[in-house]
């Protein structure tokens, strides 16, 4: 099976979907993980940029990801893109991977680049005659993003698929420990903290009988002939 994670910008891979990441490899599957967004000067500098690429690129070798891709979108500016060109940009991408599981950030999450992700990644994994599309598609949640929707306005994060990864939680902190940047000197927001990535793994997982578990909200499943519904 090939699986596609698209992460709006390093680190949202590990916090979203690194547990089941670190599964799917383990089970012989390729997993590409791409990121969407690049911090541009003077809101990042050159040296913060590729030392953040460098931190993903570890994080991926030890989830076992088999390729990372960096889409070079700027980050915080997806909004003010032509749709054609940033959907054309993550056509391209389904094109080339060729996904059976897309996983997706969560449409209603705080961060504009997270939502524009979603709606451009969505146009590219249509369903249309002629194509190949892949078979479910899914979102995962993001710590510090998902949880700051505003309750009653915005849609929920009400996950219809839990992945089991009492196995792979050891792995998926270790993964987010590669970003240093991000977590090592306790400046990140607390969601996003080891700790709290590990509370809602437990949470998780304690919703649907297990140790730990990563919860998605499930877009699209089609199910072959030969496969039990």
């Not at 390093?10 to 390729?30: F, K, M, N, S, Y």
């Amino acid at each position: 099976m090939n699986v596609l994670v698209i992460a709006p910008h390093p680190d949202d891979e590990v916090l979203g979907c690194g547990g089941t990441i670190h599964r799917l490899a383990g089970q012989g599957h390729r997993v590409t993980v791409a990121i969407a967004t690049r911090g541009w000067s003077p809101l990042y500098s050159p040296e913060s940029v590729e030392q953040v690429r460098d931190e993903a690129r570890r994080a991926s070798d030890h989830l076992g990801v088999a390729e990372l891709r960096f889409l070079d979108l700027p980050v915080t500016q997806l909004k003010d893109l032509p749709a054609h060109k940033i959907n054309k940009v993550f056509a391209d991408l389904l094109e080339g991977c060729r996904p059976d599981l897309l996983l997706l950030p969560f449409p209603a999450d705080r961060h504009e680049d997270h939502r524009q992700v979603f709606l451009a990644a969505s146009v590219a994994a249509r369903p249309t005659a002629g194509t190949t599309r892949p078979g479910t598609v899914a979102c995962y949640e993001t710590p510090s993003e998902t949880h700051w929707h505003a309750p009653g306005v915005e849609p929920p994060f009400d996950p219809t698929w839990f992945v089991d990864i009492t196995d792979h939680l050891e792995a998926k902190l270790a993964g987010l420990q590669c970003y240093e940047s991000q977590v090592s000197d306790g400046s990140a927001p607390p969601a996003r903290l080891p700790e709290a990535v590990a509370s809602l793994a437990r949470w998780r997982g304690a919703n649907v009988g297990l140790g730990a578990a990563e919860a998605f909200v499930i877009v699209r499943r089609v199910t072959a002939a030969t496969e039990p519904t």
